[in-house]
């Protein structure tokens, strides 16, 4: 069907996926087509059913104006900050970042950023967090930490949750409570974290985009093991990535 965008074959194969665990949902979106038969909205669902090869359930308008075509699609999007705020989150646009964040951590995406993270999984990671943790502690921890340190508030809560899924949420709040605290013991990662991001402040550099999220977790990982920590060098950031891919797991049904 020559009269519409470009086929993009990644998103297909998500809805593709969404139909075969039987996660599709009939939101009310139509199939529509024109009065000439032309396909005005939907090449990316038909594509999916047909690369399923199985039945989803949508709604069907014909004899639409071909007119019409220019004005579909044109309505501002929702963000998933947007869902979140919708489902009664608070703080909306931190949690919509850690949850992207723990997306691409589980689907090995950390380092390229290939991914987008579909608004339909993130009300359903926001309950199996919830589920798991108390998360009117972690933002309020993680806001707290965020104003001490410096450090992003999303790769913080990403980070808190991972810790505190493998080794238990008072493990996790211990780690937090002493980087607030000045730390524990001499070149503790938690006394060098906060110095190691003013660090790069200071000296106006710009910190790979998930530094953050792997100093905290590379801190916590030398810290159970009483370990100091004095640098935590750019070249480490991508074999952390690796590394922690394989010993973490957000536990999230995406």
Known sequence: NGANRKLNLRHVDFLASQIK???WQNNGQTIVIASDG?????????????????????????????????????????????????????EPSLVASSIRLLYQFDNGDLAKIRLKMPNSVVGVALR???NKLDIDLILKMVKKTARNTMLKPSHLFAAFYL?????????ASDFINKINNGGDYLKSPT????????????RG????????????????ERWIL?????????SRI?????????????????
């Open 21 to 23: 665990t039987g996660k």
């Open 38 to 90: 032309t396909l005005m909205d939907g090449q990316h669902r038909l594509s999916a059913i047909v690369s399923a090869n199985e039945p989803a359930d949508l709604g069907l308008v014909t004899n639409v104006s071909r007119e019409a075509m220019a004005t579909i699609d044109n309505g501002k999007p929702r963000s998933s900050a947007d869902v979140l705020y919708m489902s009664n989150c608070r």
């Open 128 to 130: 199996q967090i919830q």
């Open 163 to 171: 810790i505190s899924i493998k080794y238990g949420q008072e493990a």
């Open 191 to 202: 006394s060098m974290i906060p110095k190691i991001v003013a660090r790069i402040k200071t």
């Open 238 to 254: 991508l074999s952390d990535i690796d590394n922690f891919s394989k010993t973490y797991n957000t536990q999230i049904n995406w």
């Open 205 to 220: 550099r710009t910190a790979h985009r998930c530094h953050d999220f792997m100093l905290i977790l590379a801190g916590f």
């Open 226 to 234: 009483q370990k100091e920590m004095t640098l935590y060098r750019h």
